[in-house]
């Protein structure tokens, strides 16, 4: 969406408060204060305001981590204006020679005024914006001749300079402080010429901002919500890919991004945290952001048919509510992690596994899931993954090795990875057999258990050490699979990534850090059951190198081990869409069925 841009970033109202930056400048500026007022020198105040003021006008947007910090700390913009301007004032009055009374009495009117015109410039703004609807973020759509937004609240002083009234108000504070100066060294006249200046400055844009944003301003409130809603029915989007989860769980959107852009009927995705948008650049179709479940109801036309889920969270209830489409339970991973047999998917229509291993998954755990609606469609996210032929000893071939384990879970029942326990290893044992090493940690590592976050920070430092083939892989939405295309070698935790690395039927191994007998593991895991297994004492590695050096005697093993796993043969992706084309027939036909009772 083409956005008119400030030469410095726009301040968004309601979004300025101070943080960890700003409290230490504004302690600067205290105690340059007292400084000034302990040696006499007043200049050493004004010098002491001079960065915190920097920082306000060229103010960019801060790192998140820096304004939780002072979450509660109320020292806003005018806040921080009213104690530079308060200080300085202090130094100059108690410093000798006596200023001119006249000159600071102007000047600290000046310093009031100011403070209540970035109050009132910013509680303007604030009204202006509780007055919009536009709380739907929307990407990829048509929207008013927009194909992003909501763009930001037009500021009027900007229509007419180069900078937004809030940088305009704060840098006229360069005045201020010049007039105090002026007004130390004696200089009888232009300190309140100055403070004047200021004044009218700070008329004109409240003055401005009145006209544009008071109960009669010219700029039309955006209603872009409403639009929103009339894109989403012009679209008619038959298929829904609804998505919530935590900010650091955006991961299991990306996983899909592929598989939406190849999707012909329409499509339109649903995002319940605008966290996510930043990770869904790789996602082509139709995306909104939908804050509350009024606005959900208002972008779900009588047009959608299936709605897609690859998260199981409390917000999906939310969805499943509406009445209409049919809902399907896709997950992001097909593995033996009890994450991926919940008896929460009860309240789904259908649940799409990967193979029918993942049907026998739920059958043996026996918990209520009605085996009629798991349907193995494939994992269309393979279509690219490289199957490797039978071959030979790799003579003059240097192995190389991804190491792709998992992470710790959310509780110690789902904590299957081998990162603190068995990482730095398993890693430096495949470098000192001569192989590179590609290491791919899972992007919640170390998110519960410190100690899996430290390991992970040795590996990778022990992983860029090594060099030449080695390195740490970008968590890009894809780059696992181009890894799997490099790697001769998987070695993993269970996870979906064994059963995925499945699609090359290259060999791998599997961590079993907690030293279960092989036939247990095995039997509890039977994505397992054709891999090398890897105790703590990590006495099975040199057997899964030469595995895949060329010894291979697991190859047959593997093909039907993929086979069960991975569901049908053909292309996956031709084989996935064809599915989404028959739960559209049988929403339709299910509708047809309701509309006649």
């Not at 609807?133 to 992003?148: D, K, M, N, P, S």
């Not at 879970?409 to 470098?431: H, K």
């Amino acid at each position: 969406m083409s956005r008119r841009r400030p030469a410095i970033a726009a301040v968004r109202f309601g979004q300025d408060s101070s943080d960890v930056l700003d409290l230490a400048l504004v302690g600067v500026v205290v105690v340059a204060a007292v400084v000034a007022l302990l040696v006499g020198l007043w200049g050493i105040a004004v010098l002491g305001a001079v960065p915190s003021l920097a920082a306000d006008v060229l103010r960019g947007e801060r790192p998140l981590r820096l304004r939780r910090l002072v979450r509660r700390v109320l020292l806003d913009r005018p806040e921080r204006s009213l104690v530079r301007n308060g200080s300085v004032a202090a130094a100059v009055a108690a410093t000798p020679p006596t200023s001119v009374f006249a000159n600071l009495a102007f000047l600290l009117i000046a310093v009031m005024v100011l403070h209540l015109a970035l109050t009132a410039y910013t509680a303007l703004g604030v009204r202006r914006t509780q007055r919009e609807r536009a709380g739907i973020t929307w990407r990829h759509l048509q929207v008013a001749g927009e194909t992003e937004g909501p763009g930001e609240l037009p500021d009027p002083v900007q229509d007419r300079l180069p900078v937004d009234g809030l940088r305009l108000l704060t840098a006229s504070e360069v005045l201020v402080l010049g007039g105090f100066a002026l007004a130390a060294a004696g200089v009888g006249v232009l300190p309140w010429l100055l403070a004047l200046v200021v004044l009218a400055i700070t008329g004109w844009t409240l003055w401005t901002a009145w006209r544009a944003w008071g109960p009669r301003g010219g700029h039309r409130v955006r209603d872009s919500d409403v639009s929103v809603a009339q894109a989403v029915a012009d679209l008619a989007p038959e298929v829904v890919l609804y998505f919530s989860s935590p900010a650091d769980g955006t991961y299991a959107l990306g996983v899909w991004a592929s598989v939406i852009n190849a999707c012909e009927r329409p499509v339109l995705v649903v995002l319940r945290e605008p966290a996510h948008l930043a990770g869904v650049e790789t996602i082509l179709k139709p995306t909104i952001v939908v804050p509350t479940v009024t606005d959900l109801v208002a972008v779900t036309p009588l047009s959608v048919r299936v709605v897609l889920y690859p998260t199981n969270v409390v917000k999906n209830n939310e969805m499943i509510r509406i009445p209409g489409p049919m809902h399907c339970f896709i997950g992001h991973g097909d593995s033996d992690k009890v994450g991926s047999f919940s008896p929460l998917n009860r309240m789904y229509d259908e649940i799409w596994v990967a193979g029918r291993a993942a049907v026998e998954r739920y059958a043996a755990v026996d918990e209520g899931i009605d085996l009629n609606v798991v349907r193995p469609v494939g994992r269309p996210q393979l279509a690219d993954i490289r199957r490797a032929a039978p071959e030979a000893a790799m003579d003059g071939h240097r192995l190389t090795v991804l190491y792709a384990p998992t992470w710790e879970g959310f509780f110690d029942e789902a904590d299957y990875s081998s990162v603190a326990a068995l990482g730095e290893r398993i890693v430096q044992g495949c470098l000192d057999a001569g192989a590179d090493v590609l290491f791919k940690p899972h992007p919640l590592t170390g998110h519960r258990l410190p100690e899996a976050g430290k390991a992970r920070e040795a590996i990778d430092d022990l992983v860029r050490k090594a060099g030449g083939g080695s390195e740490v892989v970008a968590p890009s939405p894809n780059s696992l699979y181009e890894a799997f295309n490099r790697a001769d070698l998987l070695i993993s935790d269970i996870s979906s990534v064994i059963t995925d690395f499945l699609a090359s039927r290259k060999p791998y191994a599997v961590s079993n850090r907690r030293d279960v007998p092989d036939l247990e593991f095995r039997r509890l895991f039977p994505s397992a059951s054709a891999a090398e297994l890897l105790g703590s004492d990590l006495a099975a590695l040199p057997a899964a190198l030469a595995d895949a050096a060329g010894a291979d005697p697991r190859r047959a093993q593997r093909e039907a081990l993929a086979m069960h796993l991975l569901g049908p043969e053909g292309d996956p992706m031709v084989v996935f869409l064809r599915e989404i084309d028959d739960f559209v027939a049988r929403s339709d036909a299910r509708l047809a069925g309701t509309v006649r009772r």
